[in-house]
């Protein structure tokens, strides 16, 4: 390989490999090398299917395209390794030019694309949809004004009876109210005041909180990695996160059930900054419950504003949490199971300068 | 509860509701849904107390506060509004108003405080433009409701879930 070939095979952000005519490995990139969760000298010169596992019958397409010489794209392809779960690929196979018996193989997580997009749209959803409620929200406080006033001058001279459906009227548009300023709240979060920050201290306190409060009968176990560097956030906001994603977990479980916190640094995720620029998450931290799990109809619009599992959730909590972690240029994903729930926060690490 | 009380308010349903409550407590009403309706009974002497909202189809409540402070001095006006930032209770307290309150309003609580700007009104004769040393002073008044909101919503649980 020329040097720039070279180049662009180490840093092609897609796991690649070649097979040669014999069904045999014969180069993966680092990408792929991460991926499989293996070095290329395990890889190299030993049989593609004693190394992936796939649940579609490539063998024979791998035939078609040496006789055929075309490339063939199959989507949504289980991809097990061995060593983890399956997870779901879109599988490119092409030969190539100079050794047509030989082909190359991409393999492209659909999962880790599929949450990435969610959590775009996501973001933008809940934008128009807070700027919608937030405009909304003017216009319905006028009628709430009348039907409170006029259930209240009813109530001046009502009997008992007539008066606890008075009440109930104007409890009732009370609890709406409560639901605008919410969503008027959700429009006004500040952008953090970042600073170098320990995430074990944050953890720490609204752990103490939730364990002398919301979460007293449930029980609550860390994992802490200790070595973490201090991560670059508000801690007050991300207090917020954690308290609000640990109340969640609370509320979900039954009495005696288990949270888990779980902290350790994983440098395989980048997102896209507010710049456009690429920065690391290696900051990791995972809440996890026992609960019954999120509903399968909901779970894919969790971080969408008003969508909510619960009765009388205003489906705000997690929209917020995740408007938060956006704001740090963080990456929040959850993994959900009957009997257990994972909440992922994915963190950057404070700048050297400022670190302590 | 005696005196005539102003009401300009675009929104039906809050007139009648103003209307009939001022009413019973033994106040005359005239209600509109119009500032140059509202502005023209302040130049003709008419009424003892304002209620007003702020956003009207032919202009911002606010706007004639000075307008009415010019013309008709001691003349209390209480701010109803439904766009409830700390900007519009600042202009409000900038532009002198009596009080002021977030729609949707509690209906006794803004009663009391009508029955406390119209008694004020009738012992204030003639009437002077408030002085900074009253101590119902419209501005500090204002301010407090303001802080106590504040103070309140940081302790409610807006970002439950």
Known sequence: MTQITQSLWASLPIPALIVDAEDRICDVNPAAETFLNASKKSLDGYPVWDKIFVDAPLEEAFSRIRTGHSALFVNAVDVGTGSRKPVSCDVQISPLNDKPDHVLVLLENRELAGRLDRAMNSKSAAKSAIGMAEMLAHEIKNPLAGITGAAQLISMNANGEERELTDLIVGETRRILKLLEQVEDFGNVRPPEQRAVNIHDVLDRARKSAAIGFAAHMVIEDDYDPSLPPTWGDPDQLQQVFLNLLKNAAEAGREGGTIRIRTFYELSLKVRRRDGTGGAVPLQVEITDDGPGIPPDIAADIFEPFVSGRENGTGLGLALISKIISDHDGWMAVDSVPGRTVFRISLPVAPREVSP | ?161
């Open chain 2, 1 to 161: 509860m005696d005196g005539t009380v102003l009401v300009a308010d675009d929104d039906r349903t809050i007139r009648t509701v103003l209307t009939q409550a001022l009413t019973r407590a033994g106040c005359k009403v005239h209600a509109t849904s119009s500032l140059m309706t509202l502005m023209r009974w302040v130049d003709e002497g008419k009424g003892d107390l304002v209620i007003s909202d702020v956003i009207m189809p032919d202009g911002n409540g606010l706007d004639t506060l000075p307008q009415i402070n010019d013309k008709r001095p001691g003349l209390p006006v209480i701010i109803i509004s439904a766009q409830n930032t700390i900007m519009t209770a600042i202009q409000a307290t900038e532009a002198d108003a009596y009080d002021y309150l977030p729609k949707p309003f509690d209906l006794p609580d803004l009663m009391k405080r009508a029955a406390r700007a119209l008694d004020q009104k009738r012992r204030a004769t003639p009437a002077p433009k408030p002085s900074g040393e009253q101590p119902s002073r419209p501005s500090r008044r204002i301010c407090r409701w303001w802080g106590a909101r504040r103070r309140c919503r940081r302790f409610t649980g807006w970002w439950r879930g």
